[in-house]
């Protein structure tokens, strides 16, 4: 894993009015901590999540994973993985499938995605869904 650090990070979400969904942000979360984000809905919890994911633009400031600066970085090329509040899966894969997917992607050989998929299907307790 890796620091992830946020500088003074904004969304403007275009619109008359725009929204000011998160404003000037400025949060590092150390490498291995587990951090959690509370607040009133609307508050931009979601927005800033998307933010370090890239499935939303930074505005102004910038968004750090470890020493490289992502603000511009397309979601594909941060190396960072999602689950959605609502769940998002691929219907037609099993779930060993579904996990794997991403790594499928990366060209990873079919052995070392098995390998992986049994790992954190061990971690999360769901080897008997696979
Ligand atoms: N795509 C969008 N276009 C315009 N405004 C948006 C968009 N998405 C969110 N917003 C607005 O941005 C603000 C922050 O929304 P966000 O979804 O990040 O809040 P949240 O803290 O995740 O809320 P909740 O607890 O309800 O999930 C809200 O005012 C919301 O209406
Ligand atoms: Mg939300």
Do not use: C
């Amino acid at each position: 894993m890796a620091e992830v650090r946020y500088e003074a990070a904004s969304r403007v979400y275009p619109g008359s009015p725009p929204v000011r969904a998160v404003d000037g942000l400025d949060l590092s979360i150390a490498d291995g901590e587990f951090l959690v984000l509370v607040g009133p809905s609307g508050s931009g919890k979601s927005t800033a999540l998307r933010m370090v994911a890239g499935l939303e633009d930074v505005d102004e400031g910038s968004i750090w994973i470890g020493d490289r600066d992502v603000t511009s970085v397309p979601p594909k090329g941060r190396d960072i993985a999602m689950v959605f509040q609502s769940y998002a899966l691929y219907p037609h894969m099993t779930v060993a499938q579904n996990m794997g997917f991403a790594l499928k992607l990366q060209g990873l050989s079919k052995q070392v995605i098995g390998e992986k998929v049994a790992e954190a299907a061990k971690l999360l307790d769901l080897e008997k869904y696979l």
